[in-house]
């Protein structure tokens, strides 16, 4: 089932906090709306379940017009952030709530109960009250609730805001399972990139009302058309330069140009180089593309790489993600001397 | 050392005092009144209070207060539900005006419908006044606040995602209230109710003054108990007291016993 929404935009007072947004979901696809608190995502999402009127435009759900239909005829599948299990109800009973409003008979609603509970890995717990089930379990319950009626689409509001580090990778993989298992149609709206990164077909990157950008998380990371998503998603360092000819210069240094940025031939440039790119070596080693030598001013602990802060000789600093490894065998220390290289990086026309 | 023989004597001291002060406030007045009516056995107590009059006065007693209770409990929710969920002008006005019946003597508010329903008042063609009906509007005005404030917390308590989880599973919001909502604030309405009833079943000012205390007609039991101290009808009064004191605890027993089976239910 796809979604389309038309130019539809929310005004709460005299603020726009949905403006003019248009975007097409495809089915099956889990497409998660990514930006900060207060960027008009969760609003966009409850506008498309119809708790939050649509002020103008329209939203098509399979191609059929529901920006005016209550949330009860829309058929959509909604999971709140804080589980929002009704508390005198089992488990069991709040799956088939939906499966009641819709009168299903008592033998096909207990099999599908059940059906449910397997799914989420709850096949015991039926008769638990939600305020004896831990929190994972209850986002689990309040997920098999959504899925029950049989949605059209699945919508889910920050569902893992709540919960544990390790609970939530946990429920984020089962949830992606599910969603392709059963090939629903799903959004899911988080500030966490690390989230979108693990389960989004495709993300939409929300700033202020306005979709900014819309990609694959590869994409979104290596070729990010905007400052701000380079910057939401992930680390990166900026550098000014020119782009002209074949090379991009950076101050005196010069770097082949990227593919297909002749269009910013010419131009004052943004130079994007993720952390991981950049190539830290103690000085007088040679490194593929040198943007020169320095001092390092920092190193923090990442886990699995550290992080290398190096203040360069012209005053820039340049931030690297160094594998422990590496950090071993080149013997690289606080006020180390090092030469500073780039395997990869991106163009952005130049923030006005 | 010292310090925590101090604790233990001042303990002890607010135990002995907690304990004089309830006995003397409560127990006293019940051992004496049950003591006094025993005196010359059973049978006097049962034949005053299976006379006529006294009859009738329990009659009316039990149905002002039912109806009450069941006026106040639909009304109760009413009000709690547009004072926490809507926002309009003179909403704290009304939120306000509430409590009015906690602080105003029962007496005026008698008064004040005699005033309005009386023979020179506005609603005079109504002819509420020194009616049943009189007693009844008085008890339900003097009881309402109860029931509004016991839900009133718990309904803005209560995460609006709880409906909206309900609507978008496809209920109505008739159903989301009858299946989520009541549900939820169950505990709070019986609460309320219980305080209703025991309010409507003692009330004496407000239903003396608007009904008249017409024996037979809009006499109820307290006001059966205060003429009965009148006409030196001690066993009347002690009977009628003994049996009006163990219908409240009764009341207070028995929703409290449904209060904890309804929460053991949804543990």
Known sequence: MSIVLERVTKIYGTEQVVRDLSLTIEPGELFVLLGASGSGKSTLLRMIAGLAATDRGSIYLNERDVTHLPPQKRGVGFVFQNYSLFQHLTAAQNIAFGLDVKRMPRREKKQRVQELLELIELPEHGNRRPAQLSGGQQQRVALARALAPKPDVLLLDEPFGALDVNIRTQLRRKLRQIQQQLGITAILVTHDQEEAFELADRIGVIEQGEL?????????????????????????????????????????????????????????VDLLIRPESVVVLPAGYDVQNPLGQGIVEQIEFAGTHERVTVRLENGTRIQAMVSLVDIHEYNIQHQSRVVVGVRDYHLLPCRA | MAEKRATHWTALVLIVLVVAYAGILLIAPITAIVQQAFVDGIQPMLDSITAPDAREALRLTAIIALATAAINTVMGILVAWVLVRYRFPGRCFIDGLVDLPFVMSPVIVGYVVIVLFGREGWFAGLSIAFTPRAMLLVTVFVSLPFVVREVMPVLRAMPPEQEEAAYTLGASRLLTFRRIILPTIRPAVIYGLVLTLARALGEFGAAAVAGGGVQGYTENATIYIFRSIHDRNDTGAYSMAILLGVISVAVLLSMNILKQVQSRRSQ
């Open chain 1, 212 to 268: 900014l950008e819309v990609g694959t998380p590869v994409q979104l990371y290596r070729h990010p058309k905007e400052a701000f998503t380079a910057n939401f998603i992930g680390q990166a360092n900026w550098l000014s330069a020119q782009r002209n000819g074949r090379c991009v210069y950076v101050d005196h240094l010069q770097l082949p140009a990227p593919e297909n940025t002749d269009h910013l031939s010419g131009h004052d």
